[in-house]
């Protein structure tokens, strides 16, 4: 990065301040019980954990938006909660980070999906799932989309989809939540699930890891940048989108974008470092990139914030998100002149 990107990079993070990006997708409460493993347990061949903290942060989509507030930016998180205790923890989670809850759906038959992970010695030792797809009816994706399309109509510049695959994005919500964006003219940017990876045809900018990239295309995944690459044009055909970010871990990631009749593929390194947690590491990336590109960026650049943000939340531990300082920061580390 040159001192010139850099200064053009500063720029656009200045206008991220109240800039309304809309969420859809899944949305769940993310618990972390840590603690010290000193023994195994006499019952089994397991690590007795000791526990020493119990927290609850945003997680799926809710994370998403948190990582849009916390960058300055005016998040308008459109979900499903059902009417149980954990709806109201996420609700004062979101609440503390500057996040409304006032175009959530709230829906009796539905319970609020929650991830429970225990953690020992900065290692996750167990994860433990609350989910019930097959609760949410009609009627509730029926309102979310109401309430998506009330939030386009009062100016929101993107649409994030975040698609966990637990039930609100499905073909028909997929399908009518991009017409709506469509008609509107707002760029859509989706973090994908394999099983609908088809379905996002059209969209500004999709951001699969290596895995559902092949797997998006019923591929067997292979090794090499020269294998991500070939994916990454076959993907860009077939799908009509305008660009795509494929994050590839430790190898960095990298974007395609149109120039003419051609597809143009641009890798971005990472710097190595170590790595805590991948948690929620899609989520930042996919936040970051929809608003820069929404503050005026060129993908290019956009998909360089991304990779900067990765660097910083994987970093930590936990579901986390990056404010615009460490953002410029990690940036400026990147600079050949200063």
């Not at 990079?9 to 409460?29: E, H, N, P, Q, Y």
């Not at 000791?50 to 938006?65: D, H, K, M």
């Not at 809850?101 to 829906?107: E, I, N, Q, Y």
């Amino acid at each position: 990065m040159t001192k010139a990107e850099f200064q053009r990079l500063s720029a656009i993070v200045s206008g991220f301040r109240g800039r309304k990006i809309a969420v859809f997708g899944d949305l769940m409460l993310d618990r972390y019980i840590k603690g010290t493993v000193k023994r195994i347990s006499p019952e089994a061949p397991v690590p007795v954990v000791r526990v020493t903290s119990e927290s609850a942060v945003c997680g799926g989509s809710a994370n998403v938006a948190v990582n849009l507030s916390t960058l300055g930016a005016e998040p308008v998180l459109v979900s499903v909660t059902g009417r149980d205790a954990a709806a109201l923890e996420l609700a004062s989670l979101l609440a503390a980070a500057g996040v409304s809850a006032g175009s959530l759906v709230r829906d009796g038959a539905f319970r609020t999906i929650e991830k429970t992970r225990v953690i020992a010695e900065h290692q996750q030792v167990v994860r433990f799932d609350h989910e019930y797809p097959a609760l949410l009816g009609h009627a509730a994706r029926k309102a979310a989309l109401a309430a998506l399309e009330a939030a386009l109509k009062d100016g929101c510049q993107a649409l994030i989809l975040s698609d966990y695959g637990k039930g609100l994005l499905e073909p028909s919500t997929i399908k009518a939540a991009m017409t709506l964006a469509a008609r509107r003219g707002v760029p859509v940017f989706v973090d994908p699930k394999v099983e609908h990876f088809q379905l996002y045809r059209g969209a500004a900018c999709i951001t699969p890891n290596t895995m559902e990239a092949f797997g998006g295309m019923r591929l067997t995944q292979r090794e090499g940048q020269e294998a991500v690459e070939q994916l990454g044009r076959d993907i860009m055909r077939r799908l009509a989108a305008r660009s795509l970010l494929i994050t590839q871990g430790e190898h960095g990631m990298t974007l395609f974008t149109r120039r003419g009749a051609s597809i143009k593929p641009n890798h971005i390194p990472t710097r190595a470092r170590e790595v805590y947690d991948g948690t929620g590491a899609g989520d930042t990336v996919i936040s970051v990139l929809a608003l820069t590109w929404a503050s005026g960026a060129l993908p290019e650049e956009a998909a360089l914030a991304a990779n900067f943000a990765a660097g910083i939340v994987v970093a930590k531990l936990g579901t986390a998100s990056v404010t615009v300082a460490e953002l410029l920061e990690s940036a400026k580390s990147w600079l050949k002149t200063v």
